[in-house]
Nanobody
Framework: QVNLVESGGGLVQAGDSLRLSCTAS????????MGWFRQPPGKEREFVAA????????YYEDSVKGRFTISRDNAKNMLYLSMNSLKPEDTAVYYC?????????????????WGQGTQVTVSS
């Protein structure tokens, strides 16, 4: 059983920065790719960023490239998402998850072990 807990969300103004953290317990996740997804109000869950296991290679959704940085600390079993130049359209509940199935890193169906989410609200 893997437990993921996101933290670091909040209410910020456009242009501000936030750093989300995802704390994992129950299993060492260094060999797994992990990802961040978000669900804006009234919309489907969407891919934000992913990072592979040992190599820590990052992948980003186009709208966050250059503004968001995904990273991980395998020794601490932690995943991070640094978000800069936040925009109102970044407002969403942000989730971390573990990539456990075959399939694209950008596909939510390829992930198991989701956290409960953390709210990010960006005001204009």
């Amino acid at each position: 059983q893997v437990n993921l807990v996101e933290s670091g969300g909040g209410l910020v103004q456009a242009g501000d920065s936030l750093r989300l953290s995802c704390t994992a317990s129950g299993r060492t996740l260094s060999a797994y790719s992990m990802g961040w997804f978000r669900q804006p109000p009234g919309k489907e869950r969407e891919f934000v960023a992913a990072i592979t296991g040992v190599e820590a290679r990052p992948y980003y959704e186009d709208s966050v490239k250059g503004r968001f940085t995904i990273s991980r600390d395998n020794a601490k079993n932690m995943l991070y998402l640094s978000m800069n130049s936040l925009k109102p359209e970044d407002t969403a509940v942000y989730y971390c998850a573990v990539h456990t199935r075959s399939g694209s890193l950008s596909s939510a169906q390829a992930y198991d072990w989701w956290g409960q989410g953390t709210q990010v609200t960006v005001s204009s």
